[in-house]
């Protein structure tokens, strides 16, 4: 005999139902199988999920392990690379170099004769006490009984400016004289300067 769960009164202990009050006696589980199915089902799979996840994190990662001993195995054959790839200094073998003797070098010879060195000197002498142009000074350098070729040479290596040389032999004959432009250059052309040599000459003394 059991006691009725709602009206309390005494009935018999494998009924279902209350004779009195008519209430179901079965429990909860009893009366939702299908409820009572599934989560059963639920918690069976929470308990083998949890277990799974044990297993799985008790278990080492071996990608992981061979991933660090694929690094560490690569860093030591680099280095095992640099180690040995490393140049090894050879003796370096040193020979006796003999210096070589070279010919001494004779001095160029000059092919400037006496008598054009004579033209020369007598050319830079007229030069140095009045103004000449190239063929004046020629003339001069005749006149001293030089070739014709040794005068020409003469003139040649004078080293003389022959613009600068109209100028300073204007300035002679204005020191002497009063010129006109005109006369000044004609002047100068009797002096065997050339037309442009002549002005420029003139152009010196302000004329």
């Known amino acids: ?16 139902k209350c004779p009195h009050c008519q ?12 409820l009572t199915g599934i989560l059963i089902i639920i918690v069976i799979s929470m308990f083998s999920n949890m277990s799974d996840k044990e297993k799985t994190s008790s278990i080492p990662n071996t990608n992981e392990q ?43 010879v000059s092919s400037e004769t006496t008598s054009q060195k004579n033209a020369v000197k007598k050319a830079k002498s007229y030069l140095s006490f009045s103004g000449f ?15 014709h070729e040794d005068s ?20 002679s004959y204005m020191d002497m004289s009063a010129f006109s432009r005109g006369s000044l ?10 037309q442009e040599q002549a002005e420029y000459g003139a152009n010196s003394v302000g004329l």
């Open 152 to 171: 020409v040479y003469g003139a040649d290596n004078s080293g003389a400016n022959w613009n600068e040389q109209a100028a300073k032999k204007a300035k």
């Open 1 to 16: 005999m059991k006691k009725c769960k709602s009206c309390q009164e005494e009935i018999d202990s494998k009924a279902k």
């Open 185 to 194: 250059i004609e002047q100068l052309k009797y002096e065997k300067f050339t």
């Open 66 to 108: 061979q991933t660090q001993e694929q690094v560490v195995t690569n860093e030591s054959t680099q280095a095992n690379t640099i180690v040995t790839s490393a140049p090894t200094k050879s003796p370096i073998k040193t020979t006796n170099i003999t210096p070589t003797t070279q010919p001494k070098q004779s001095a160029p």
């Open 133 to 147: 142009s190239h063929d004046g000074l020629v003339a001069q350098l005749e006149y001293e009984k030089f070739s």
């Open 23 to 34: 209430t179901d006696q079965r429990n909860w589980f009893v009366k939702h199988k299908i």
